[in-house]
Nanobody, 127 residues
């Protein structure tokens, strides 16, 4: 059974940092691309960082570029999202997704269909 379990969400002040983790089980992660998505109340869900299976293709939208960093540790079956210089507009429920195959980072972030989703971890940026 495949499970994606996110952790690390918290309440943080603007300008602060958070590190999220996504633990994947039941997957052959070497052949899997991953992405972090977020959804804020009243807004559409958006991909904020995506990485392909070979780590050769990483995508960030302009809204987070230079502030967020996605990485993966295949041995630990874990995907990370380091978020720096957080802004109130970064508030949302952050989900981890897994895409089987060779999709590029941008394809994962802009795709509407994914093989697996986690349940999310809440990030709130507020003073």
């Amino acid at each position: 059974q495949v499970q994606l379990v996110e952790s690390g969400g918290d309440l943080v002040q603007p300008g602060g940092s958070l590190s999220l983790s996504c633990d994947a089980s039941g997957l052959t992660v070497d052949d899997t691309g991953f992405g972090w998505f977020r959804q804020a109340p009243g807004k559409e869900r958006e991909g904020v960082a995506c990485i392909d299976s070979s780590e050769g293709s990483i995508y960030y939208p302009d809204a987070v570029k230079g502030r967020f960093t996605i990485s993966r540790d295949n041995a630990k079956k874990t995907v990370y999202l380091q978020m720096n210089s957080l802004k109130p507009e970064d508030t949302g429920l952050y989900y981890c997704v897994a895409d089987l195959g060779a999709a590029k980072g941008v394809e994962i972030c802009w795709g509407s269909s994914h093989n697996y989703w986690g349940r999310g971890t809440q990030v709130t940026v507020s003073s």
